[in-house]
Nanobody, 120 residues
């Protein structure tokens, strides 16, 4: 059982930067993949970025490529989402998620979410 706790959301202006943190505990993290999702008001939840805990490549949604960077800190057992050049369309609740590496594709573990609001 992996427990995820996000932090770092807030209210910023367009063009600003923000860094989200997700602390992971429980389970064997090296056997999991991690992701950031977001859900804007009235829209479905969408995948922002994801990677395996160890190695692998990072995948980004087209809407955030070249602006967002997902990275990890093994010592802190945390994943981060560095968001630069924020735009109002980035507004939403951001969730950290994890799933065990394997054939099942469902994201099993979720954090509580953190609100990001970008004003124009």
């Amino acid at each position: 059982q992996v427990r995820l706790v996000e932090s770092g959301g807030g209210l910023v202006q367009a063009g600003d930067s923000l860094r989200l943190s997700c602390t992971a505990s429980g389970g064997t993290l090296s056997r999991h993949e991690f992701a950031w999702f977001r859900q804007a008001p009235g829209k479905e939840r969408e995948l922002v970025a994801d990677f395996p805990w160890v190695g692998g490549t990072t995948n980004y949604a087209d809407s955030v490529k070249d602006r967002f960077t997902m990275f990890r800190d093994y010592v802190k057992s945390a994943v981060f989402l560095q968001m630069n050049s924020l735009i109002p369309e980035d507004t939403g609740i951001y969730y950290c998620a994890a799933r065990q590496i394997g054939p099942q594709r469902e994201w099993t573990f979720w954090g509580q979410g953190t609100q990001v609001t970008v004003s124009s």
